[in-house]
């Protein structure tokens, strides 16, 4: 029997994830909270709060250091926390100001690393703060999706990564399931299936990038995971998970719900 072993949302594009309980999926295929905030370049050709690439933003495909940087935003207050171990960077609500201090502190962490987007380029300079941190709108697709990954994947890759304890973590996935086959997930592409009170089509295979060679604690690219991943599963591109959208009005999806392939 499959059932959710782990759920995460990410509230700040390509950085560190959040542990839930459980998740309020919404009805478009996104979920409430995820991605609803991001660190992009300043001569991004987007304005304002809009929608582009993961190229666009400082995030772990780019600046792999930026694992190390703990974020905790609280919806409600609108208030954005930045801390690296004990130290501080930023505790700011997401007022016009409090978006300029949070951009700087974020912006002087970043020039400090080996590995950056913006040391070689001025342009970039200097970092906004974009989202309106409510709306879900930084996935990497521009029509959202909800990502989902088995377990005992993770486990095969680990072991051909010869790293028993990699972290699944490296590959951002929304749900995290237990008791399925190695990539059995990856045979659901077309399907339906039901968590908790959420129906979700499974829609594609998720194309994995630098991003997984960040190990989540040390910021160090420590792993060629995108050579792991070619060599163990027969595929046009790296890949690891799937990516669903939501059919119906979405719901609550929690740790530990049962996985329910629809019979089409």
Not at 7 to 26: N, S, T
């Amino acid at each position: 029997m499959a059932r959710v072993a782990a759920l995460y949302r990410y509230p700040v594009k390509g950085f560190a994830p959040e542990p839930c309980d459980a998740l309020a999926v919404l009805a478009e295929g996104r979920i409430a909270g995820d991605r609803v905030l991001g660190f992009r370049f300043a001569n991004s050709a987007v304005a304002g709060d809009g929608w582009s690439t993961k190229h666009e933003f400082v995030a772990l495909v780019n600046t792999p250091g930026v694992a190390r940087l703990e974020f905790r935003y609280d919806p409600e207050t609108r208030r954005l926390r930045v801390a690296t171990g004990r130290s501080v960077l930023a505790d700011e609500t997401l007022g016009a100001e409090g978006r300029t201090r949070i951009a700087e502190a974020v912006q002087r962490f970043v020039l400090e690393l080996g590995e950056n987007p913006l040391s070689s380029f001025p342009a970039r300079l200097p970092l906004r703060l974009v989202g309106d941190g409510s709306t879900p709108r930084y996935q990497d697709s521009e029509a959202g999706q909800v990502t989902l990954h088995g377990r005992a994947s993770l486990a095969a890759v680990a072991a051909q990564a010869g790293d028993p304890a990699l972290s699944e973590v490296r590959f951002r996935s929304n749900i995290a399931v237990d008791g399925l086959r190695p990539w059995e997930e990856q045979a659901w592409i077309g399907r339906r299936l039901r968590i908790g009170d959420v129906s979700f089509r499974v829609v594609r295979p998720k194309t994995r990038c630098l991003a997984t060679h960040a190990n989540p604690q040390t910021g160090e690219r420590d792993l060629p995971v995108l050579q792991v991943l070619r060599s163990i599963y027969p595929a046009d591109a790296p890949t690891f998970a799937v990516a669903m959208t939501t059919e119906g009005p979405g719901g609550t999806i929690r740790v530990g719900d049962e996985v329910l392939l629809h019979e089409d």
